[in-house]
Structure formats: C-alpha cells, structure tokens
C-alpha cells in the first residue's frame, strides 16, 4: 500500500501545489486529504484540481474535539504535513502522530520562530532587522510553536534592496525546491 499524507493549509497553497504535484500519480506515497481551517482557502481549490479530498473544521473541533485524530486515522494517514498552517497543532494530535507530523518555517530557525512569527510577519522582522540572509527550516512539530527537531535547512542571501515581497519571494522558491522532496526522503 502507498504511504498516505494529509496535507494542512490555511491559504494559497503554493507549497501544498508542489507537494500535490509531486506525490500525483507517485508510485508509493499518495496525498489522501487537504486540510484547513479556512473555508475560503485556495489550499482547497488546489486539491480539487488534483481530486484530492478536502476537509474545512473551525477553531472548537481542531483543539477540543478528537475528531480530527478519528478523520486522520481512518484514513490510515502516515505523515502529517504542514504547509501554510497557522493554528498550534494541540497535545491530542501530537500524542496520536508522534514524529509523524512535519512542518516548514519561512526563516532559520530558532531566529524569527514562536508565536505571531509567521508569514509576512518573518519576512518584515527579516527586512527590519537588516538581515544578509534568510532560509527555510523544516522540522518535527511538538506542541509547541517552531521548537521541533530540526530536518532540514536551506539558505538565500539577500541584498540590501530587497523588500519584504522580494525575500518571500525567494523564501518561497526555495520551499518549492526543497520541501517535496525532502518529505518523499522521509519515505524512503
Ligand atoms: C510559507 O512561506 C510557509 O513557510 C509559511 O507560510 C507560507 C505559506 O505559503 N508558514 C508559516 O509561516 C508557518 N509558521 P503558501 O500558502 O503559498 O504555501
């Protein structure tokens, strides 16, 4: 049987695109369902295009209900991942996909991680700053925000005359590069 992922979006989805690209028609690993906690997601409209199943829930069922755990069980998910995902994942969902559920952060963590870090917000933190160089982390998530064992990182200089729309731009490319594989790596 293919290994199975579940993908969880809040937004546009470019990252999620790329994985759904890679994993179609893929020999041992299938993405099963796209999550996300925003009905008006464009996440969403991405997996239709792939007929992948998509899945909307609000704020109550993702941090006090185990429905989420029972949707991902029965569908026999291997690998949880995030892509564009802004709510903390909470304990019930931790403790059911240990080492199981994988994330990428626009910068190198631990600078530009925690709470309200995300986004645009990093990139301008990034820009305020004055910072030479910026990157990705993808790494293990606990239920902490961006404090999971470190996987992977790649890095991308920056010059002076970059805008914070310019260093999100790069950011995003090397997400696109990296993250695909580096979860078919987790495969294999
Ligand atoms: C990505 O840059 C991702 O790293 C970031 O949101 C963007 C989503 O873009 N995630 C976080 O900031 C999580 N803390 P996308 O919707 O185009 O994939």
């Known amino acids: 049987m293919k290994k199975r992922i579940a993908i969880f979006a809040s937004g546009s989805g470019t990252n999620a695109e790329e994985i759904l690209k890679k ?20 996440a969403l409209k991405r997996a239709e295009k792939f007929e992948v199943e998509t899945s909307v829930f609000d704020k109550q069922t ?21 892509a564009g995902f802004m709510w ?16 990428i952060h626009p910068a190198l963590l631990p600078k530009y991680g925690g709470k309200g870090m995300y986004g645009m917000h990093v990139h301008n933190a990034i820009k305020e700053n004055k ?10 998530v606990n239920e902490h925000y961006d404090e999971g064992q470190i996987i992977f990182q790649a890095k991308c200089n920056l010059s002076p ?12 490319q090397l997400e696109h590069a990296h993250y695909p594989e580096i979860i078919e790596g987790l495969f294999l």
Not at 23 to 42: D, G, K, Q, R, T
Request: hydrophobic share 45%.
């Open 62 to 82: 993702f941090k006090n209900t185990d429905q989420i755990v029972s949707l991902l069980q029965d569908k026999k998910v291997d690998l949880l991942v995030l």
């Open 23 to 42: 994993f179609h028609h893929h020999p041992a690993i299938e993405v099963v369902v796209l999550l996300s906690n925003n009905p008006s997601a464009f």
């Open 131 to 140: 910072e030479t160089e910026t990157g990705i982390t993808i790494h293990y």
């Open 88 to 103: 903390l994942i909470p304990k019930n969902l931790v403790n059911a996909f240990p080492n199981k559920i994988i994330n």
């Open 161 to 172: 005359s970059d805008a914070p729309e310019d260093i999100a731009n790069k950011v995003h």
